[in-house]
């Protein structure tokens, strides 16, 4: 009978290839990093504090064995410094196998980025659409380049209100969350549309979500902080909530199961898709939809100035 839960044990090596990992610092993505520093990759930590990035270097090196780091400044809130990451990395690498969007943030009040983009919107989905486009020459000269773009189940009550980006009516923290998640569903699946129809070789967009993961922007949500410090629902953590290496696994299936085709989702397969093992899932017909694409795609190439090489 064919093996059908996928674990990371199923991984294939990454010896020989270069990832870049947004926010690797901590919760997902410094497992993420971790797991395929562990898989052999040589892992690009591309974070904001160059402090706390060191931290996770000495973290991942104390636990994995030879494992090959590299540290890149990198705010997604400020499209100049996304601009300083790309040209450090486009003069230090030849090619990039994956690059894995997985930092994102959760604002409890409305605030604008350096360039006066609302945080959500301008972290989470627009400083990851610069930094895949101007990374794009060496994703293309990888031999099998990926993009994966880490999600969240909550982009189905997302809505992309294009008179209203900055969120100046009508502002709260659920509203501004999702709309972004949504946001980041609908350059993913239209990034692969607009690949597919490159001549030549060109990398896959797939993307993932981490279900109900322990994480940096979990904890930080008062209306969900209690379930981390009492002590009586420990069953409800553990029945519903994944710890980071857990979460980490769907990340790593979709960057690099070989059997992952271009445009595909993956969540974990479990209890409400909180949690349990990778698989495949369906985005929903918003996600999807080709007309918000192009009008999304059209919005970010003239907020952020980055066009595509497509």
Request: hydrophobic share 40%.
């Amino acid at each position: 009978m064919p093996k059908q839960r996928w674990t990371p044990a199923d991984a294939p090596s990454q010896r020989g290839r270069v990832a870049v990992v947004t926010g690797a610092n901590s919760g997902i993505g410094l497992e993420t990093a971790r797991q395929l520093a562990g898989l052999g990759a040589r892992v690009v930590l591309a974070c904001r504090n160059p402090d706390a990035a060191a931290r996770a270097r000495d973290d991942i090196a104390a636990t994995v064995t030879g494992a090959q780091l590299e540290i890149v400044r990198l705010d997604l809130s400020d499209l100049s410094s996304v601009r300083e990451c790309a040209d450090e990395l486009l003069a230090e690498h030849p090619s990039i196998d994956l690059l894995i969007n997985n930092a994102g943030l959760m604002r409890q009040r409305r605030e604008l980025t350096a360039d006066g983009f609302e945080m959500d919107f301008g972290t989470n989905f627009l400083g990851h659409f610069a930094l895949t486009g101007r990374l794009l020459p060496l994703l293309t000269a990888a031999e099998a380049g990926r993009i994966v773009t880490v999600g969240s189940k909550v982009y189905k009550a997302g809505v992309i209100d294009f008179d209203d980006l900055t969120m100046e009516r009508g502002f709260s923290t659920a509203r501004a969350y999702s709309r972004a998640k949504l946001a980041e569903l609908v350059f993913a699946v239209e990034l692969q549309r607009r690949l597919e129809r490159r001549p030549g070789r060109s990398p896959i967009s797939v993307a993932a979500h981490p279900g109900a993961t322990q994480s940096g922007v979990m904890r930080d949500q008062a209306v969900l902080g209690w379930l981390f410090t009492t002590p009586s629902l420990r069953w409800i953590r553990r029945t519903f909530i994944m710890e980071a290496p857990d979460g980490a696994a769907v990340t790593l299936r979709a960057a690099t199961d070989p059997a992952v085709l271009g445009g595909q989702y993956y969540g974990p397969h479990g209890v409400f898709g909180f949690s349990g093992p990778p698989a495949q899932e369906v985005l929903t017909e918003k996600a999807t939809d080709p007309v918000l694409g192009e009008k999304l795609w059209g919005t970010a190439e003239k907020l952020t100035g980055v066009s595509y090489e497509l």
